[in-house]
């Protein structure tokens, strides 16, 4: 039993900005977890939520592939699932279209833990929580600053 995770958004965001807050530490924990996070292929790097059953509340994650500002991939590990997450940014007329997969889940374990996963991605993590994250850093980003 397999399933894979897909998730397409658009933001009226040029790219760059989606990419800050895709790499950004400060606002990852904003729109996803607490996390040691480094754009750097090879780092080795934690979230942090709340336990749950079955679940440490920790994710182990390694940075595979970091191609400013278009791709981004690295591992997401529990103890229930070994799996890679890909972020893909593509400009389009309306700002940026965000593509999210979330591969590997196997076994029966896995892939329910996938559905739950998939949830959070294409409701709360990728609709809100992202989005809210982009407008609040794109808007102190373009804020005047005192002279």
């Known amino acids: 039993m397999k399933r894979n995770l897909r998730v397409e958004v658009v933001y009226p965001y040029p790219p760059q900005t989606v990419w800050r807050a895709l790499t950004d530490p400060r606002a990852i924990s904003e729109w996803l977890m607490k996390n040691d996070f480094e754009p750097r292929v090879g780092h080795r790097f934690q979230f942090h939520t709340d336990p749950a059953p079955g679940f440490t509340g920790i994710v182990d994650c390694e940075v595979l592939v970091v191609d400013e500002p278009h791709r981004l991939v690295y591992t997401w590990k529990s103890s229930a699932i070994d799996t890679r997450v890909a972020f893909t940014l593509e ?40 989005p809210a994250a982009i407008a609040k850093h794109e808007s102190a980003a373009s804020a005047p600053r005192p002279e």
Do not use: Q
């Not at 309306?94 to 329910?112: D, M, N």
């Not at 739950?116 to 993590?125: A, M, P």
């Open 91 to 130: 400009a389009v007329p309306a700002g940026t279209r965000l593509v999210l997969e979330h591969t590997g889940f196997s076994g029966l374990k896995a892939v329910l833990v996938s559905f739950i996963l998939g949830s959070g991605w294409n409701s709360k993590i990728l609709r809100e929580a992202l």
